[in-house]
C-alpha cells in the first residue's frame, strides 16, 4: 500500500534543534523528499535521499532514513523563525512515478 | 525565472462552469504532475502526463478532469462542471530526475 505518515505540530523555540518524523509504507520507495509550504504559498523541495543511503546533510538540514523501519526524519539545527511552515514528507513508490505526500507537520518556532 | 509558471494564481467560478488551469513548465521533460490540495489538507495526486498521454490517475480524476499540452508548451487541467467541492489549490509538478518542482499553485474557488 501506499501511505506517509506524519504528526501533525511541533513547537521548538528559536536556535534549538528541530526534529520532524515520517513513516512510510512502500519498502520498494526509490526516494523520499521533503518539502517546505509556507502560509498561501506552494511547495519548496528542500531536500531529497536516495533509498540506498542513511544519511543525507545540506547545511543546516539533515536527513536520516532508516530503511528497516521505513523511517525519515529531517533534522533542522538552529532553527529560525522563518523555519515556521508546514513540512511534508513524500515517497516515490517503486511501481509508480508519482508522490505521495504525508499529512504535513507545521513546525513552529517561538522567539 | 520560475521553471514552472501557473496561470491564473486564483480563479473564482460559479458551480457548474468549465475551468481550465495553466501550467507551463520551462524545460522538456517528459513527466508532468497536476497535484489538488484542498485547504487545510494533505497534496493529493490527481494525474500524470508522459509523452502526451495519461499515464496514471487517480480515484479523484473522473470524467470530469481532463489534461492535454496542446501546443507542446502549456499543459492544462481542465474540469467541465465544477462543485463546490473541488475549490481547492491545484499544483503542476514536473518531474527531474530525481526532484519534482511545483509551480505556484492556482487557487480555484467555486461559488
Known amino acids: 500500500g501506499e501511505d506517509v505518515e506524519q504528526s501533525l505540530f511541533l513547537s521548538v523555540r528559536e536556535g534549538d534543534s528541530s526534529v520532524i518524523n515520517c513513516t512510510y509504507t512502500d519498502s520498494s520507495s526509490t526516494y523520499l523528499y521533503w518539502y517546505k509550504q509556507e502560509p498561501g504559498a506552494g511547495l519548496q523541495l528542500l531536500t531529497y535521499?536516495?533509498?540506498?543511503?542513511d544519511m543525507k546533510q545540506d547545511q543546516r538540514l539533515t536527513v536520516l532514513l532508516n530503511k528497516k523501519d521505513k523511517h525519515l526524519s529531517l533534522r533542522i539545527a538552529d532553527t529560525q523563525t522563518g523555519d515556521s511552515a508546514i513540512y511534508f514528507c513524500a515517497e516515490v513508490p517503486g511501481s509508480s512515478y508519482k508522490l505521495i505526500f504525508g499529512s504535513g507537520t507545521r513546525l513552529l518556532v517561538r522567539p | 525565472e520560475p521553471e514552472v509558471t501557473q496561470t491564473p494564481s486564483h480563479q473564482v467560478t460559479q458551480m457548474g462552469q468549465e475551468v481550465i488551469l495553466r501550467c507551463v513548465p520551462i524545460s522538456n521533460h517528459l513527466y508532468f504532475y497536476w497535484y489538488r490540495q484542498i485547504l487545510g489538507q494533505k497534496v493529493e495526486f490527481l494525474v500524470s502526463f508522459y509523452n502526451n498521454e495519461i499515464s496514471e490517475k487517480s480515484e479523484i480524476f473522473d470524467d470530469q478532469f481532463s489534461v492535454e499540452r496542446p501546443d507542446g508548451s502549456n499543459f492544462t487541467l481542465k474540469i467541465r462542471s465544477t462543485k463546490l467541492e473541488d475549490s481547492a489549490m491545484y499544483f503542476c509538478a514536473r518531474e527531474g530526475q530525481p526532484s519534482y518542482t511545483f509551480g505556484s499553485g492556482t487557487r480555484l474557488t467555486v461559488v
Open positions: 535521499i536516495f533509498s540506498n543511503m
